[in-house]
């Protein structure tokens, strides 16, 4: 395993725990209410989400595209 794929897994995983926060957050009271009267979540809930797929996506890329370089 190279360097960019153990960057890659590691990515991946705070993606995913990023993902779980901003599940769990979105699923809270205060957060439903905010939801119902606005319209959207929070900025908190909404960075958590985006930020979350958005490292889980590239970590998986970086998995992915590491597989095709073997040194």
């Known amino acids: 395993m190279n360097t960019q794929q153990?960057?890659?897994?590691?990515?991946?995983?705070g993606g995913v725990v990023l993902l779980y926060f901003g599940y769990q957050?979105?699923?809270?009271?205060g957060e439903q209410?905010?939801?119902t009267f606005a319209g959207r979540f929070t900025d908190e809930t909404t960075w958590y989400l985006v930020g979350?797929?958005?490292?889980?996506l590239g970590g998986l890329v970086m998995i992915l595209?590491?597989?095709g370089s073997r040194s």
Do not use: H, K, T
């Open 6 to 13: 153990i960057i890659g897994v590691l990515l991946l995983v």
């Open 25 to 29: 957050a979105s699923q809270s009271l």
């Open 33 to 35: 209410v905010f939801e």
């Open 52 to 56: 979350g797929a958005a490292a889980a």
């Open 65 to 67: 595209a590491g597989r």
